[in-house]
Structures are given as structure tokens and as C-alpha cells.
């Protein structure tokens, strides 16, 4: 009997010695593979981000290309169809400085409002006014400025074109349409054209 619980007393001894302690760690394999998957996350998520901004600088391009068609359509069409005469190279009124591209001069009848038989409204005299194209040149950028005088008094300049590309603009002889170039990297030789037409229509 006591030889007995002796041996079970170093059976269980050497038991204790071959049970190892519990390590936390990772091992080298664990470590190259979490290292390589990091790695190729990392390539995918910087290639995600280069296309973005990629993309970004290219929309961006093309939004401000396309800003400038509108906005000479916008007050190129209703310059030509309402000017009684149409003088290309002519400068008008508020001294802009710059290259005159052309002037447009009308005649405008105010807004009376309402006449009735009981209570008529005086048709005051039409106001003479002029709105002429100007190439502008401020730092580094060559602009197409509007500037709309009414009875020889500056009432309101726009700037139509904020950036102006090579070859610049050209107006037809007549004075109804207008050629523009503004610059675009996306396309192969670094701008973008665009021309706008007109009917006159007063005389």
C-alpha cells in the first residue's frame, strides 16, 4: 500500500514536468502569412485610391470645359438676336482694357407695367445700351469678359470664359458667331473647342 502511493505519487510528479505552460505569441508562419495578406490589401486599397483621384482630376476637367459652352450660350444667342447693330473688333463702354472681340448695340424698352384705358402709363424713351466681348488677360489666365452698359453707364460685367486655350477666340466677319478654345488635358492636344452661333433678329 505505501509502495503503491508512492508510485502514483511519481507518476503524477513526472505528469506535472511533461505538461508544458501555455505560450501566447504567434508563431513565424502565422506572422509571414498576416504580413503578405496585409501587403496585398494594402496594393489593392492604394490602387482604389489612385483611380479615384484619377477620376476626380478628369470629371473635374470636364465640368469646367463644359461650364464655358453654357455660359456663351447663355448671353452669346440673346446678344446677337436683340442687337440692332453688330460691330466686330469695336470696343464699347467701361474700359475693361484688353483686346475688344466685338460689340453689340440695342435699343430696350422698359418694363411700364399694366396700361389701361382708365389709368394709361407714359411709354418713356427706349435706353440705348451696348454688351461687348473682351479678351482679358489676369496673371496667368486669358479671360472673355462681357460687360453690358445701358446709356453709356456700366450696369453689369460677367466673366464668360475663366480660362482661355491656345489659339484663343475668333468671331465670324458678320459678328454672329463665336469660336473658343479652353483648355482639357484630357484631350490629345490639350483643349477643347467649341463654337456658338446666332441669328440676328432686330434691326
Not at 54 to 66: D, G, M, N, Y
Not at 156 to 166: E, I, K, L, Q, S
Amino acid at each position: 500500500m505505501i509502495c503503491l502511493h508512492v508510485g502514483e505519487r511519481a507518476v503524477k510528479g513526472r505528469r506535472t514536468a511533461l505538461v508544458a505552460p501555455d505560450a501566447d505569441g504567434f508563431t513565424l508562419v502565422e506572422l509571414l502569412v498576416a504580413i503578405t495578406l496585409l501587403g496585398i490589401i494594402m496594393v489593392a486599397i492604394g490602387a482604389m485610391i489612385t483611380t479615384a483621384f484619377r477620376t476626380t482630376t478628369i470629371v473635374s476637367a470636364r465640368l469646367e470645359a463644359s461650364r464655358a459652352p453654357k455660359l456663351v450660350s447663355t448671353y452669346w444667342v440673346p446678344d446677337v438676336e436683340g442687337a440692332k447693330t453688330i460691330t466686330p473688333g469695336a470696343g464699347g463702354c467701361g474700359g475693361t482694357g484688353g483686346t475688344p472681340l466685338v460689340t453689340f448695340q440695342w435699343d430696350k424698352q422698359p418694363d411700364v407695367g399694366m396700361t389701361t384705358p382708365t389709368n394709361p402709363v407714359p411709354i418713356p424713351a427706349a435706353v440705348s445700351g451696348t454688351s461687348t466681348w473682351t479678351l482679358v488677360t489676369r496673371g496667368t489666365r486669358t479671360q472673355v469678359v462681357r460687360t453690358e452698359c445701358a446709356n453709356g453707364t456700366v450696369t453689369r460685367t460677367a466673366n464668360v470664359v475663366p480660362d482661355v486655350g491656345a489659339d484663343s477666340v475668333q468671331v465670324s466677319p458678320d459678328g454672329t458667331s463665336i469660336t473658343v478654345n479652353v483648355p482639357d488635358r484630357n484631350e490629345p492636344n490639350k483643349q477643347f473647342h467649341f463654337s456658338v452661333d446666332g441669328t440676328q433678329v432686330a434691326k
